[in-house]
């Protein structure tokens, strides 16, 4: 699906591989300033090989320091005078769209993130009934139905009824957090005829419909405002597909419509959807996938999960188990595979913060073989802000360079050592191939490949330079592959089309 949707942009003919970034992460600078950026780092991103990204919500959020996720309005793109200004966190709907535009010029297409489950900042308060529910098990009351007063009415002053007339009020919603007539923090659940929680969502806490300001989505005017905000913000942005937001916790049945609905829309067929579903199971993301009658993609939670371990462990870790009880070694088809995000980063609610030494063996793994979509964090790249601080991954612009350059063609695997593994990709007629190597050991790793008696005499070099020197292909097709120490190294031939992009 992934090669669907950026041919969508790129051509049939494009015969590069696909490569997605997050481009964000927690403590990206906000005051306006992100889309202008995502403009003017264009010709990087192009040049290193991204060919697709997932910006953050372009969405008014509860303030100005909103980043999207605590979302107020989502028919403001940061166009209207609300909740502290016109711009959003990352800057304005006129540079939102200038920003795609120019993306799109440098054969990068965008992927709009979509908070559906939720929504914050309230324009008013208003009285309803309501009975409060048990935190770890949203299934059982705790007391008696009675009014509450509660932050569920959204006017819109600011936007009035451009781009959508419709308005909030409790109806909408399930649940609240908060009773302002009695000042209570607690989980309460709506009622009315025929509301209760969604019954098809994640089983944790009994019911894991109510995460924070939660929508109905079987509310007609709900879903019918939610769809036509999808067909809207693809056609008045340029983007070509989402990533949703918290979907374990929004109705299976009203993603699977949605997504449904917006490939029906002209032009939109192979419009690519991902959605978050954060959880250490295989089983349990099949059975979303499978529930939900359409092609969807979700994040390989428990490869991530794995790359985690495995840095924890060093050379306690066996490598060869890496792709164990994972969605891409499952379903390669539906699995974007990621090393960390802005919720896995360190200080956040899903910290599980890959450590910095393995991230190269990582993306190695994730964008220089064939299976699977990859997603290359930004702040991985760029490097984390906040608290905690963390630098980028070394050379990682030249790991997605190999890919683009050279990660093509049939694979074959040289995985007979618990802390070194290696692959040959062939290549094909218009790219060279690549021998890359792993190594979580304490010492140097090595490893024999036959990479062909077509290559004999060649001379072969670690395009990061982190191996030195040079092999020389035997007679017979083989030679002696090296790697550091708990590293990683990519070898292609010295005149391999394209290494002149790599720096000296």
Known sequence: MASDADRGRRGEGHKDNFTMIQFFEWYAPGGGKHWNHYKEEAPRLESMGITAAWI??????????????????????GEFDAKGGKATHWGTKEELIEAIKVAKEHDIITYIDA????????????????????????????????????????????????????????????????????????IYKIQGDGKTWADDVDGENANYDYLMFVIDHAHPDVSSDLFKWGDWVLKETGAFGFRFDAVKHISREFIGDFVKHIRSSEGKAKAFCVGEFWKDSVPALDKYLNGLGTQFSVFDTPLQGNFKEAGDAKAGYDLRKIFDNTLVQSRPIDAVTLVDNHDTQVGQSLENWVPAWFKPLAYALILLRPDGYPCVFYGDLYGCGGDNPQPGVAQLEDIIRARKLFAYGEQADYWDHANCIAWHRKGDDCHDGLVAVLCNGTEEGTKRIDVGKEHAGEKWSDVLGWSQGEVTIGDDGFAEFKSPAESISIWTKTDARGRDEFKK
């Open 56 to 77: 953050p919500p372009p969405t008014k959020g509860s303030n100005q320091d909103g980043t999207g996720y605590d979302i107020y309005d989502l028919w403001d793109l």
């Open 115 to 186: 908070v559906l489950n939720h929504k914050a900042g309230a324009d008013d308060k208003e009285e309803f009934l309501a009975t409060m529910v048990d935190r770890n098990d949203r299934t059982k009351t705790v007391g008696d139905m009675h009014n509450i007063e509660g932050w569920t009415k959204f006017t819109f002053p600011g936007r009035g009824d451009k781009n959508s007339a419709f308005k909030w009020d409790y109806n909408h919603f399930t649940g609240v957090d908060y009773d302002a007539k009695t000042d209570t923090k607690a």
